[in-house]
């Protein structure tokens, strides 16, 4: 899991780039927003010298309530968990729940404080009117390196739209996620892999 944790890690900045968008206002298309957002996002972290020094708590705080909010954690925990979360019992998919969180928090808020410069490029978004779920397709320019492709899948819920998955370079982070813990769960029980979540996000500050 450690292992995995630092691959997200690597790559999830272009995620955290794009990612603070208020999805409430459907008038306003998902990729819309997600362009207007993402420079908020961008200023604040050119502007704010704690956060490009590393102040953890300012880190954590713009990762809390610029990327979070827009996630649909109920529909991402249950994909992540699978068969899992029907077999598990309430009190275990609110562990789960919580600790899920904030392991996306710390590991948002390490990406946040690793901003170098990079640039979005967007992609035309390909959608019906009314389509229920959409792709938002951006690409992360680096300097010195290959470009990241980073695809959005949202959905609209409550008028609004809601991140469900981030595929990084055909690569869905819920399949990740899924893959990793079933392995955990398979060997030790959900239980065990709340257990180690806790314990890393403590660990983390969280």
């Known amino acids: 899991m450690n292992k995995f944790l630092g691959v997200i890690t690597k790559v999830v900045l272009s995620t955290a780039l794009v990612l ?3 999805f409430a206002h459907a008038e306003i298309s998902a990729d819309e927003l997600v362009r207007q957002t993402a420079e908020d996002v961008l200023s604040t972290i050119k502007s704010d010298k704690d956060i490009q020094a590393g102040n953890q708590q300012k880190i954590f705080a713009l990762a809390e309530e610029k990327i979070l909010p827009n996630f649909d954690f109920d529909r991402v925990c249950r994909m992540v968990l699978g068969k899992n979360w029907k077999a598990a ?3 275990q998919q609110a562990v789960f729940q919580k600790e899920f969180r904030s ?3 710390r590991t ?3 990406a946040l404080g690793k901003y170098r410069n990079q640039v979005i490029e967007y992609k ?4 019906e009117p009314d389509a229920k779920n959409v792709s938002v397709k951006t690409q992360i320019l680096q300097p010195g390196g290959q470009p990241i492709a980073v695809d959005y899948s949202l959905v609209r819920v409550d008028g609004g739209w ?3 998955d981030i595929v990084i370079e055909s690569v869905s982070l819920v ?3 899924r893959s990793q813990f079933s392995n955990e769960i398979r060997t030790n029980g959900l239980d065990s892999l709340n257990k180690k979540l806790a314990e890393k996000n403590k660990a ?3």
């Open 175 to 177: 399949t990740n996620y």
């Open 108 to 110: 948002y808020a390490t």
């Open 162 to 164: 809601k991140v469900y």
């Open 124 to 127: 035309p978004m390909r959608a």
């Open 20 to 22: 603070s968008v208020n």
């Open 204 to 206: 983390a500050g969280v």
């Open 103 to 105: 392991l996306l928090l």
């Open 89 to 91: 019992t309430p009190e």
